[in-house]
């Protein structure tokens, strides 16, 4: 069972590494995938191929959670640490994100 919460930033890497990986090749988000289908299984199906459409949120996080100062500055991406804040916040305006997430399960 997953005992702590995801992050928006983190959220947003797993998001970006199943859209061009779809396989979990790693424990850690295999078991963070499998918490979620045993979840969503438990919804109402709202169309064909056992569709469920969720909308869940998640925190911001903290700066930590977005990135590393020290990285972003070596690579250019910031000149300072007051940079590397408002980049946080452009990114991750509010306190809370917004997801929509639709599963379906295609059987031929």
Do not use: Q
């Amino acid at each position: 069972m997953i005992d702590r919460k995801i992050a928006a930033p983190i959220l947003d890497d797993l998001i970006e590494i199943a859209s061009g990986m779809p396989e979990a090749s790693d424990d850690a988000t295999k078991e963070y995938v499998m918490v979620l289908i045993d979840r969503i299984k438990k919804l109402a199906i709202c169309g064909d191929d056992e569709r469920r459409d969720l909308w869940l949120w998640t925190e911001r996080g903290t700066i930590d959670d977005f990135g590393d100062f020290n990285e972003y500055l070596e690579w250019g991406g910031v000149e300072n640490h007051e940079e590397f804040c408002d980049l946080w916040r452009g990114y991750y305006p509010s306190e809370l994100k917004w997801y929509k997430m639709t599963f379906a399960s295609y059987n031929s």
